[in-house]
């Protein structure tokens, strides 16, 4: 099947800063989502980007599809901002596996 | 209203025990998912309903029993499950099998003892 893999597995900042955190794909999608995990467990959606880029007030994402990546920046960190990010992705090949997930970036914001 | 709704939120249950689990989309989506989330795992797909019809049986156990009634619902059923069964069970949907942007509900935390 389709491998997803995220970096950086961790990454803490300091309030304020800004992030880069990246989703390589192994295969050719048609669909790419990222996610916010909460303390609680739920899956915020933040982009459904299959290609291009998009903005949301201080998140933006770009997916290259041809070269197999995307890109979700977090800019002016908050501690609100801490906590898991995961991006999925759906092969374009044809069956019915769903979205495939990363191990996700665990983002922690100090104060 | 959220979108997709999930209960119970969290679960205890013995080996023994007979439990289900419920989610509920206020979408209009045609496709609905059961995905599982163990700790140190990626999350993973355990079935896929199309229309009441399931696509997708991604070799699950068969002590998780999935039914979907309706569209707009989806159970899994919980019988004779091992301590290594708890995680989070995570609901989804979409607008039809693969297709369009995936919404998940809140989750139901299960823990077997």
């Known amino acids: 099947g389709i491998q997803v893999e995220q970096s950086p597995p961790d990454l803490i900042l300091q309030e304020g800063a800004n992030s880069t955190l990246r989703c390589n794909f192994s295969?050719?999608?048609?669909?790419l989502q990222w996610f916010h995990q909460n303390p609680w467990g739920q899956l915020i959606n933040l982009f459904y980007?299959?290609?291009g880029t998009k903005q949301n007030g201080r998140l933006s994402a770009t997916t290259v599809a041809t070269e197999r990546y995307s890109l979700l920046y977090i800019s002016s960190s908050q501690t609100t901002d801490s906590g898991v990010y995961f991006c999925?992705?759906?092969?374009?090949?044809?069956?019915?596996?769903?979205?495939?997930f990363g191990k996700g970036t665990h983002l922690i914001i100090q104060p | 209203e959220t979108g997709v709704t999930q209960t119970p939120r969290h679960l205890v249950m013995g080996m023994t025990n007979k439990k289900s689990l419920k989610c509920e989309q206020h979408?209009?989506?045609?496709?609905m998912y059961w995905y599982k989330q163990s700790a140190k795992k990626p999350l993973e797909l355990m079935f896929v309903?199309?229309?009441?019809?399931?696509?997708e049986n991604n070799s699950v156990p068969s002590r998780f029993s999935p039914e979907c009634p309706n569209s707009s619902h989806l159970f899994l059923h919980l019988h004779t499950l091992q301590p290594e069964d708890s995680a989070l069970y995570l609901c989804?949907?979409?607008?039809?099998?693969?297709?369009?942007?995936?919404?998940f509900g809140e989750g139901s935390r299960l823990t077997v003892l």
């Open positions: 979408l209009g989506h045609n496709a």
């Open positions: 980007i299959p290609s």
């Open positions: 309903y199309s229309l009441e019809e399931r696509v």
């Open positions: 295969d050719s999608v048609n669909n």
């Open positions: 989804a949907s979409s607008q039809g099998p693969n297709t369009g942007e995936l919404f």
């Open positions: 999925a992705v759906l092969y374009s090949g044809g069956g019915a596996d769903g979205l495939t």
